[in-house]
């Protein structure tokens, strides 16, 4: 294989991986039981949240550490907060504009707010991946180039939870499975994307990766809290159980996939 051809499959499979993430909900035939509600509700809530810390905080400390040494913290604070007031001026926003038409709203939907969340996070490891590519062409070695596709196979096995995080709970809603496979795959088109201007702007836009992994960690996080795990706390108390155990199932599996591919 070409490099050419490793760089273009490279930065393909990673929105491959979420939109196969995301078919999962063609496995739903029927509209989703109260128990299934609240089982994918919490898987979704672990693996965003795995998903914020490893993927995107731990990271961007590493990479702040750099050029901010022990006040590596700053920028990743900055962003983190900045991602979480990014999501809550989209809310405002939306919900003055719905208050034209309507008395009741609900201001930003759950499937806004999940994508966006998602879609935040899959910009920064395209980045990720442009920069390992780039890096690679720059060495020029075989090496370089199987190192990036290692990467970009390891960031493309977690986007199969992340698309399926997205989709499933979309379902359990008034979502036909059909939206919900597109929020979801769609949540992963960015990725090539900013690959490629990760491959193009390799050197001007390292600095920023920090900032952009936070920034993505706050509005993950935020959806969490505000959007998922809330509908952990209501049904029965077996149903809020399973949504417990799913949390942490989600949460684990997405930890190990950070881990072991990362």
């Not at 504009?97 to 309507?102: G, N, T, Y």
């Not at 490891?125 to 690679?136: D, I, K, N, R, T």
């Not at 390799?202 to 505000?226: I, K, S, Y």
Request: charged letters at 15%; one cysteine or more.
């Amino acid at each position: 294989m070409t490099q050419e051809e490793m760089t273009v499959l490279g930065m393909g499979f990673t929105f491959f991986a979420t939109a196969l993430g995301a078919a999962t909900v063609f496995c739903f035939k029927k509209e989703v039981s109260a128990r299934w509600n609240a089982v994918l509700m919490g898987f979704a809530a672990g693996v965003m949240t795995a998903a914020a810390i490893w993927s995107l905080l731990l990271p961007a400390l590493n990479e702040a550490a750099t050029d901010w040494g022990k006040s590596a913290c700053i920028p990743v604070i900055v962003g983190m907060l900045s991602g979480g007031l990014f999501l809550a001026v989209l809310d405002k926003l939306a919900r003055a504009l719905k208050q034209k038409s309507v008395q009741d709203v609900s201001a930003l939907s759950k499937a806004t707010k999940l994508f966006l969340a998602v879609t935040l996070h899959n910009i920064p490891e395209g980045l990720a991946v442009g920069f390992a590519f780039g890096s690679a062409y720059a060495l020029g070695t075989r090496e370089a180039f199987l190192s990036a596709v290692a990467l970009a196979i390891g960031i493309g096995v977690q986007n199969f939870p992340e698309g399926a995080a997205v989709a499933l709970p979309l379902r359990t809603g008034k979502e036909t499975r059909g939206k919900a496979f597109v929020y979801g795959a769609l949540s992963g088109i960015v990725e090539p994307i900013f690959a490629v201007v990760g491959f193009l702007l390799v050197a001007q836009l390292r600095t920023l990766q920090p900032w952009l992994l936070a920034f993505a960690a706050g509005a993950m996080l935020l959806v969490v809290a505000e959007d998922l795990l809330p509908d952990l706390g209501e049904g029965k108390e077996t149903d809020r159980k399973a949504g417990a155990w799913s949390m942490l199932l989600g949460f684990v599996v997405m930890m190990t996939l950070d881990v072991v591919l990362g």
